[in-house]
């Protein structure tokens, strides 16, 4: 059984910068598909980025990361293997990014990209707060 823990947010001002880590416990697989999603209240989840790994014979340690438009330039997605961590940096933080930020993860890569929400096993959240 996996488990996501993620960590990380805070109340910052507008301008600012968080990261947010999502340690994975147990054991996922060498190619799986993570990403970040968040929701804000009366607004629908979405995505935020889409994060890739393949590390098989053919393909090793090929990672591709696929953000929403609206992040694109302002966050970072990245991974430790050794600590099995996916992190999100986010600079430049506006209002409008207040949400609860939650990470998710399955043991294939399919379609790891915006849009897909197919995914096996999901973080309790952090709540992220941008005041103007």
């Known amino acids: 059984q996996v488990q996501l823990a993620e960590s990380g947010g805070e109340s910052v001002q507008a301008g600012g910068s968080l990261k947010l880590s999502c340690a994975t416990l147990g054991y996922i697989g060498t190619n799986y598909c993570m990403a970040w999603f968040r929701q804000a209240p009366g607004k629908q989840r979405e995505g935020v980025v889409h994060?890739?790994?393949?590390?098989?014979?053919?393909?090793?340690?090929?990672?591709?990361?696929d953000y929403a438009d609206s992040v694109k330039g302002r966050f970072t997605a990245s991974h430790d293997p050794a600590k099995s961590t996916l992190y999100l940096q986010m600079n430049n933080l506006r209002p409008e990014d207040s949400a609860i930020y939650s990470c998710a993860a399955r043991g294939h890569i399919g379609y790891c990209y915006q849009g897909s929400i197919d995914f096996s096993y999901w973080g309790q959240g952090t709540q992220v707060t941008v005041s103007s």
């Open positions: 994060f890739a790994v393949r590390d098989d014979a053919a393909r090793s340690n090929t990672v591709w990361a």
